[in-house]
């Protein structure tokens, strides 16, 4: 006997459609439709299970509880230097990445370095497509957010950390650019709720329950706290996210985020600090040199049967273009009722 859950076909274009119909069901403003949109759609061509259409639910659940401004607008805060703040305006990440971008840019180039810091905004995404817009101008780029707390530090045993990833991208010519993006828990909060969801356990290691015990039990976990990955490495990676993208740039860490949250159960609300680098600002003329010379990294770990991050994403990305996508058929009615 199948017990895999019915799933269905979807056309990419099919899941961009439903996902705006949900979002301006619920309210979201004509500025942030498109965008809010385009990543989700993103995310499940890519084969980003937890980052998909799934995040619809986390959208609408924002959105009905006021935790987002639905018509927010991004402001620059400041013009001067390489550093670039947008003002979010409470609003989701995506409207105010996408006018920050631009001076991004600009100043990278002018200063060989640049920081894009993102206040006051939800989000409720991957950062690979942040990381692969910035690497798209030819620069190195790295990104992190923080988000609830949601995760034990490395000998301890309550939620004090978020889940908090990080991602870095590096331009390779000819060829989709370099990139990792994970969370600094073992596994991203999304992917334990599609496990508690499914009703399938968790592997060992990814979170305790709330007396601090191991657990397989999904839900346990999440009512427990989660685990860092890689022990004290991962915990200290954590803690490099929630100051480099809470303090360091005014905004909240994942325990402020929670507690402003107040059990609505929200995407996080808080700040992303995107840092870019432009390898001709480093290196002038020689940089194109060393940027291919770079492929020889690339090719040794294939060499050895490894695989590069992301390749599992661009080879969904390729045949979701060709296929379209399938989805558990569960989560696609809840979906179409929030429409
Ligand atoms: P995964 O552990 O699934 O994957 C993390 C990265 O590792 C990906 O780049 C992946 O590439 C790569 N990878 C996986 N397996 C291999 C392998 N065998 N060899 C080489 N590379 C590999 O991700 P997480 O569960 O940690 O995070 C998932 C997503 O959740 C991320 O996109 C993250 O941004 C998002 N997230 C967002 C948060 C937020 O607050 N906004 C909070 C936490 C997570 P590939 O994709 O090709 O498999
Ligand atoms: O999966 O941990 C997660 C997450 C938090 C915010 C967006 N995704």
Not at 85 to 93: E, H, N
Request: glycine share 10%; hydrophobic share 45%.
């Amino acid at each position: 006997m199948n017990d895999e859950p019915e799933r269905i076909s979807l056309s990419l274009t099919d899941v961009r459609a439903l996902a705006v119909r949900v979002l301006e069901a619920n309210g979201l403003g004509p500025a942030h439709v498109d965008f809010v949109a385009d990543t989700i759609l993103a995310g499940e061509r890519d084969g980003c299970a937890a980052h998909g259409i799934y995040r619809l639910t986390n959208c609408v659940k924002t959105l009905r509880a006021g935790k987002v401004n639905p018509n927010a607008v991004p402001k620059e805060l400041s013009a001067a230097s390489a550093v670039t703040r947008i003002d979010a305006d409470g609003g989701f990440a995506q409207a105010a990445f996408a006018a920050g971008l631009p001076r991004l840019v600009e100043r990278t180039r002018s200063y060989g370095i640049g920081i894009l810091a993102i206040n006051r905004c939800v989000h409720f995404a991957a950062l690979w497509p942040e990381i692969e817009a910035v690497v798209e101008q030819g620069l190195v780029a790295f990104a992190c957010t923080p988000s609830h707390a949601w995760v034990a530090p490395a000998g301890g045993n309550a939620p004090l950390f978020g889940t908090n990833p990080i991602a870095f991208g590096w331009p390779r010519p000819g060829e989709h650019p370099f990139v990792f993006d994970f969370a600094t828990s073992a596994a991203a909060r999304g992917e334990i709720e599609l496990h508690a969801r499914a009703g399938k356990p968790i592997p060992e290691g990814w979170a305790i329950d709330e007396d601090g015990c191991s657990t397989t039990d999904a839900a346990a976990g999440l009512s427990g706290s989660l685990l860092t990955f890689g022990g004290h490495k991962g915990s200290a990676l954590s803690a490099l996210v929630e100051l480099l993208a809470g303090p360091l740039i005014g905004d909240m860490t994942s325990a402020e985020s929670l507690s402003y949250d107040d059990g609505a159960k929200a995407s996080p609300f808080g700040g992303e600090i995107i840092i870019a680098i432009d390898p001709e600002g480093v290196l002038g003329e020689a940089a194109a040199a060393h940027i291919a010379r770079a492929e020889g990294l690339f090719e040794a770990i294939l060499a050895q049967g490894a695989r590069l991050p992301s390749e599992r994403r661009y080879a969904s990305r390729r045949r979701s273009a060709v296929e379209g996508v399938t989805v558990p058929k569960q989560l696609y009615d809840e979906i179409v009722s929030y429409a």
